[in-house]
């Protein structure tokens, strides 16, 4: 056995960590919890995943479910095109496999919405395969352990990660991979803060013998996020109120929002802009600002809650419990829809 794989079996042993999808690793498990966890902190996910099982025990069960009751299922978790994504497999697997998995990387990776991390983490977990799942976390503990520069975000550095990490891996594939996640995710912290004096490779980790471990991996610079000025208009009749719903492609594609104007407007434009919608305001009050990150762009916002006497035919009023059960509104509304 390879010291690595020695060390990580050791440790997945000794340390067990209690997460739902461990419990009883099916390739449908593994596929959403892996999924879920990509931008997304374990903690979060915990109940994600307990409520999305629920709701969609099986992969035919996921596939049938309408646009509209995922994503509200999704409601929370952002990066909506990841659920999106999921569906289309789904129903791929339903067409082309007879609604099963795959067992190999090769096959999974043909899967629309299956990229390589993903397909090697269902070979390796749910069905043993010779597979590393390489993320930004492996990468940051493999760049340390062998004191290597590579780049969590070049696709040429995982795959040199994935194959360095192929030639250590001489234990069951799915321990193999779990604890390096739990290394990287709890103990080989990015941002200066590693936990070396808990890691149980730190007497084999070459960045740590030469006390570099902050030299890796190799820093990559991030384009700045482009900013934006918005105006939220929430628009209320007789206790209801508006939404519409985003277009099919890009930011936030699908969702629910209130009315969303471009730029910063006054409670005068605003007036203006719904009077020739054809919706007088009977009151206007100001809801103050509140910003909203995304991966690449800023939104800065002020709102703003316009009543109104009548609605025009064809829009859309909801009340707030219906709103709640069956639209799924971004997270980027939340301080003006709570």
């Not at 067990?16 to 990509?38: A, K, N």
């Not at 939220?232 to 719903?245: A, F, N, P, R």
């Amino acid at each position: 056995m390879s010291t690595l794989g020695k060390l990580l079996e050791t440790y997945y042993r000794e340390h067990p960590v209690l997460l739902p999808w461990r419990v009883d690793p099916t390739p449908y498990h593994v596929w959403i919890s892996e999924v879920m966890l990509q931008q997304t902190r374990v903690e979060t996910v915990r109940s994600y995943y307990l409520d999305f099982l629920e709701a969609f025990p099986t992969l035919d069960s996921f596939a049938s479910a309408e646009e509209d009751r995922y994503l509200k299922q999704w409601e929370g978790l952002g990066y909506y095109s990841r659920v999106r994504n999921m569906h289309c497999t789904a129903l791929e697997l339903q067409k082309t496999h007879g609604g099963a998995f795959p067992s190999t990387f090769e096959e999974l990776s043909k899967l629309p919405g299956i990229g390589p991390y993903t397909a090697s983490a269902i070979a390796s977990i749910a069905f043993h395969q010779k597979e590393v799942a390489v993320d930004g976390n492996l990468v940051r503990v493999a760049s340390r352990y062998f004191a290597t520069p590579w780049n969590p975000k070049s696709e040429k550095d995982k795959g040199l990660v994935r194959l360095r990490l192929k030639e250590e891996m001489d234990i069951d594939p799915s321990v193999f991979n779990q604890a390096l996640m739990d290394i990287g995710r709890t103990i080989c912290l990015p941002h200066g803060a590693p936990l070396c004096g808990e890691c149980p490779l730190k007497q084999h980790c070459v960045a740590h013998k030469r006390n570099e471990e902050l030299f890796y991996p190799q820093a990559s610079l991030s384009k700045p996020k482009k900013e934006e000025n918005r105006t939220i208009v929430l628009i209320e009749c007789q206790g209801k109120t508006y939404l519409e719903k985003r277009p099919e492609k890009g930011l936030l594609a699908s969702l629910y929002q209130p009315l969303n104007l471009e730029g910063h407007l006054n409670e005068e434009e605003v007036i203006a802009y719904l009077s020739d919608m054809g919706l007088p305001a009977l009151s206007i009050e100001d809801l103050g600002p509140s910003k909203h990150v995304f991966s690449h762009v800023i939104w800065h916002m002020k709102g703003y809650l316009v009543r109104v006497k009548e609605s025009n035919k064809g829009m859309l009023f909801v009340g707030e419990k219906e709103r709640k059960e069956r639209y799924s509104i971004p997270s980027a509304f939340l301080a003006y829809l709570p």
